[in-house]
Structures are given as structure tokens and as C-alpha cells.
T-cell receptor, first 110, second 115 residues
Framework: GIQVEQSPPDLILQEGANSTLRCNFSDSVNNLQWFHQNPWGQLINLFYIPSGTKQNGRLSATTVATERYSLLYISSSQTTDSGVYFCAVVRMDSNYQLIWGAGTKLIIKP | DSGVTQTPKHLITATGQRVTLRCSPRSGDLSVYWYQQSLDQGLQFLIQYYNGEERAKGNILERFSAQQFPDLHSELNLSSLELGDSALYFC??????????????FGSGTRLTVV
């Protein structure tokens, strides 16, 4: 089955820093989403981005489907950005199940 | 508010007991998906329902069952609970069998603690 790998596994930054999180996937996909899970466990949908680039405030994401990777950019980090960032993909032949990466744990220090 | 409602938010119960988790999908969504997230783990797909019918099964234990009712809300039943069943249980919904143009929408989860 398709493999989803995220890097780095852990990231510790000072408030105000910028960061880039990467998601590699081993086969073509029909859907890719980025999620933020905050320290309270809530799962927040950041981007639906099977291809192209999207921006939402300090966050932006780019997926290059032909090269099978996606990047999540976080600029001017705030302590509220802390948590785990998950990339998840869907293939139509996987019964529409989301296949998840292991996540990047981000800690923003004040 | 994502539009997907899960109740209860927290549940503490003893081993051997049975619990029911409830999910109301976003208005207009016909598909409901259940996921389990154990401590410090990724999400594992359990089961999917589409318009009342089971459509896909993942790593769901035989002690677990689910159904989707005519009003499209879904319930996940967990029985003979074990300590290892302690986890966050998420429900997601989409308009049809696959993701919508906005992807899947997740509820805020139910945190189950088995003691």
C-alpha cells in the first residue's frame, strides 16, 4: 500500500521563527490534507491540497503531485502553533480511507 | 465548529464495560468515517458508512461495531472494554463516498479512558 513519510519527526523553535514541514508519499494520490492536532487533541483541517499552492494567513502549503511530496510552511511561529502536524492522503482504490503520516511534533518556545 | 458533532467529549469507564460513541455528520454529508488514535500514535481507520450502509472496514476489532441511522448520525459501540482501548475516537464526514473539494471534516473527538 501507499506509504506516507513526514519529516522532521520533531521540531523545536523559538517564537517568531519560520518552519517547513515535508510530506512524501510513495504513489499517486487523489486527495491530500494537512491537519494540526493541538495539545488538547483537537484535529483541525488546515489545507485540502492534492496539487498546487494555497495560503491561509501565516500558513501555506504546496503539493507537487508529479514528484509526490507536499510542504507546509509556517511563518512567524506562535506558541499556539505547537502540536502535531499530520499529512494524510487518499487513493480511490483504498476505499477512500485517509492514510496518515506519523506526524511532525512542533514545539514553539516563547 | 467543523459541523461534525461528537458526544460525549470525555468518557471514563471500567474494563469489561460497554460504551456508545455518537457522531452527527455535517449537514448534507452522507458518509461517516470512524478513526481511533491511541496515545502518541497516528490515526487508524476503523469503519465507513455511506447513507446507512457499511462501505469499508479497517482494523476494527470484533468487540467493536457501528451503524448509521436513517437521520445519518452514526454510533460506534465498544464492548468488553480493555485498558488498551483507551484512545481518542474521531468521526469524520464527507458529502459522498470520497472526499469533497474541501476534503474530510473531522469532529473534535471522544476521549475514552478505560480504568
Amino acid at each position: 500500500g501507499i506509504q506516507v513519510e513526514q519529516s522532521p519527526p520533531d521540531l523545536i523553535l523559538q517564537e517568531g521563527a519560520n518552519s517547513t514541514l515535508r510530506c512524501n508519499f510513495s504513489d499517486s494520490v487523489n486527495n491530500l490534507q494537512w491537519f494540526h492536532q493541538n495539545p488538547w487533541g483537537q484535529l483541525i483541517n488546515l489545507f485540502y491540497i492534492p496539487s498546487g499552492t494555497k495560503q491561509n494567513g501565516r500558513l501555506s502549503a504546496t503539493t507537487v503531485a508529479t514528484e509526490r511530496y507536499s510542504l507546509l510552511y509556517i511563518s512567524s511561529s506562535q506558541t499556539t502553533d505547537s502540536g502535531v502536524y499530520f499529512c494524510a492522503v487518499v487513493r480511490m482504490d483504498s476505499n477512500y480511507q485517509l492514510i496518515w503520516g506519523a506526524g511532525t511534533k512542533l514545539i514553539i518556545k516563547p | 465548529d467543523s459541523g461534525v458533532t461528537q458526544t460525549p467529549k470525555h468518557l471514563i469507564t471500567a474494563t469489561g464495560q460497554r460504551v456508545t460513541l455518537r457522531c452527527s455528520p455535517r449537514s448534507g454529508d452522507l458518509s461517516v468515517y470512524w478513526y481511533q488514535q491511541s496515545l502518541d500514535q497516528g490515526l487508524q481507520f476503523l469503519i465507513q458508512y455511506y447513507n446507512g450502509e457499511e462501505r469499508a472496514k479497517g482494523n476494527i476489532l470484533e468487540r467493536f461495531s457501528a451503524q448509521q441511522f436513517p437521520d445519518l448520525h452514526s454510533e460506534l459501540n465498544l464492548s468488553s472494554l480493555e485498558l488498551g482501548d483507551s484512545a481518542l475516537y474521531f468521526c469524520a464526514s464527507s458529502p459522498r463516498q470520497g472526499p469533497s473539494t474541501g476534503g474530510y471534516t473531522f469532529g473534535s473527538g471522544t476521549r475514552l479512558t478505560v480504568v
